[in-house]
């Protein structure tokens, strides 16, 4: 249950979306890198950075889905489609 508070507190905070909005911004700088005939070390890289912003887009919506259980158990409807933008 203290897992379930922390992570609501957490989505709910505003500081918690600007991060998620500094990654997706430096995600968008990465896939503008991208160009044909890159070199291959480059390419290497670049799918590494992705894999990394896949997993904090993934942990980020297994947060909000949390946060979306806690929300419709309290009655409440607010935020209950954010997972779904994410």
Do not use: W, Y
Not at 13 to 24: H, K, L, R, S
Not at 35 to 56: C, G, K, R, S
Request: contains cysteine.
């Amino acid at each position: 249950m203290k897992c379930q508070q922390f992570f609501f507190k957490l989505t709910t905070n505003q500081n918690f979306d600007i991060v998620i909005m500094i990654v997706i911004l430096l995600n968008m700088t990465t896939m503008a890198m991208e160009h044909h005939d890159e070199p291959q070390q480059l390419t290497v890289v670049l799918n590494f950075i992705n894999q990394l912003f896949i997993a904090v887009f993934a942990l980020e919506c297994v947060m909000k889905l949390d946060e979306c259980h806690k929300v419709h158990v309290n009655g409440s409807m607010t935020g209950l489609f954010r997972p779904c933008f994410t």
